[in-house]
Nanobody, 126 residues
Framework: QVQLVESGGGLVQAGGSLSLSCAAS????????MGWFRRAPGKERGFVAA????????NYADSVKGRFTISRDNAKSTVYLQMDSLKPEDTAVYYC???????????????????WGQGTQVTVSS
């Protein structure tokens, strides 16, 4: 049974940093591209960042480019999202997700992710 468990969320002041983790179980993480999404209050879940199975390729939403960094440690079955220079508009529930195997890789396409974590709340105060 595939499980993705996010952690590391919390309350931080604008300009601060947080590091999110996504611990994966029930799958061989090295086989999968992975992504982070977020849902802000009153908005749909949107793409944040993605990383290829080897870690050699990363993609970011324009709104977080240069501030967020996605990485992975396949040996620890964990995907990370380092968030720096946080802004109040980054306030959201953050989710990690697994990209469907053997599909054309379109990192920002939400429908191509098949397993999701429960999410972790990030709140950035001004």
């Amino acid at each position: 049974q595939v499980q993705l468990v996010e952690s590391g969320g919390g309350l931080v002041q604008a300009g601060g940093s947080l590091s999110l983790s996504c611990a994966a179980s029930g799958l061989t993480l090295t086989s999968y591209n992975m992504g982070w999404f977020r849902r802000a209050p009153g908005k749909e879940r949107g793409f944040v960042a993605a990383i290829s199975s080897s870690g050699g390729s990363t993609n970011y939403a324009d709104s977080v480019k240069g501030r967020f960094t996605i990485s992975r440690d396949n040996a620890k079955s964990t995907v990370y999202l380092q968030m720096d220079s946080l802004k109040p508009e980054d306030t959201a529930v953050y989710y990690c997700a697994r990209y469907r195997p053997q599909r054309n890789y379109v990192p920002s396409r939400k429908s191509e992710y098949d397993y999701w974590g429960q999410g972790t709340q990030v709140t950035v105060s001004s």
